[in-house]
């Protein structure tokens, strides 16, 4: 960032709250569709922006030029964190959606275990004793409700605390940071081609469910399938990075 890029942000942290909403409240808006999309219907989207320009305005107070990010992206992190603070707050994702999502991660895993490949619908289905249509809506609860445990792995790896902490992470930390990143990019060659394609338009082309269902030539519902069951792949892959919350009822269902 350039000299007069620092003087302006600087400036911008001491100035008001509604300057720092007018710049930038875009960014909140953008952030706030793209993650409603993933959620309950009954999410309010209003509430979202609200949280989110909380976010922006702390990120504008805490900014810091030399950490070597751009304003844009650290405020990102930080719009995205106090939607999903607000979400988790607000947890309107009944028990038994959370229990499924497990049910699902455990036997996706026991799957791929147990044949080396990557486990189909039909599969899990057989797995849970479900039908392949009682399948399919539990994954797209599961995917509407767990919305972001694929965000905030990522961002506890390689997010906010890596932006904000600076030169003040560890050797370890950052270790352990480059070995999560390969592990996440390994387990993603290893999805079905759809499911890879789902989740770069979504997450790299920030496109939303409607728009990639529009690409795919698929309805919406069909594409949170595919969201679905790709996160939860990508879960039961990278279980071994911690305990596994997903086996213990009691845990944060949230937590990846």
Do not use: K
């Not at 506890?156 to 560890?170: F, Q």
């Amino acid at each position: 960032m350039n000299a007069t890029a620092t003087a302006c942000y600087r400036a911008t942290q001491q100035g008001s709250a509604a300057d720092v909403v007018e710049r930038h409240g875009e960014l909140v808006r953008r952030i706030a569709h793209h993650l409603a999309a993933r959620l309950p219907a009954s999410v309010e989207i209003d509430d979202l922006i609200q949280a989110g320009m909380l976010g922006l305005i702390d990120a504008a107070r805490n900014f810091q030029s030399d950490q070597g990010a751009a304003f844009e992206t650290y405020a990102s992190i930080r719009i995205r964190g106090a939607m999903i603070d607000e979400i988790r707050r607000g947890d309107w994702v009944p028990r038994s959606v959370h229990r499924r999502y497990r049910d699902i991660v455990a036997a996706t895993r026991a799957i791929e275990q147990r044949t080396g490949q990557p486990a189909t619908p039909q599969q899990v289905a057989t797995e849970m004793e479900v039908t392949l249509d009682e399948y399919h809506v539990m994954v797209e609860n599961a995917a509407r409700g767990q919305l972001v445990s694929l965000d905030a792995h990522m961002e506890e790896h390689d997010g906010e605390p890596r932006l904000a902490a600076g030169s003040l992470a560890t050797p370890a930390r950052e270790f352990e940071q480059s070995a999560f990143r390969e592990a996440l990019a390994e387990a993603i060659d290893g999805l079905p081609e759809r499911e890879r394609l789902v989740l770069s338009l979504y997450y790299e082309q920030e496109l939303n469910l409607r728009e990639i269902g529009a690409v795919l030539g698929v309805s919406e519902s069909r594409v949170c399938q595919i969201h679905g069951q790709a996160a939860v792949r990508l879960r039961a892959r990278l279980a071994d990075w911690r305990h596994d919350p997903d086996m213990d009822a009691d845990s944060d269902p949230y937590l990846p």
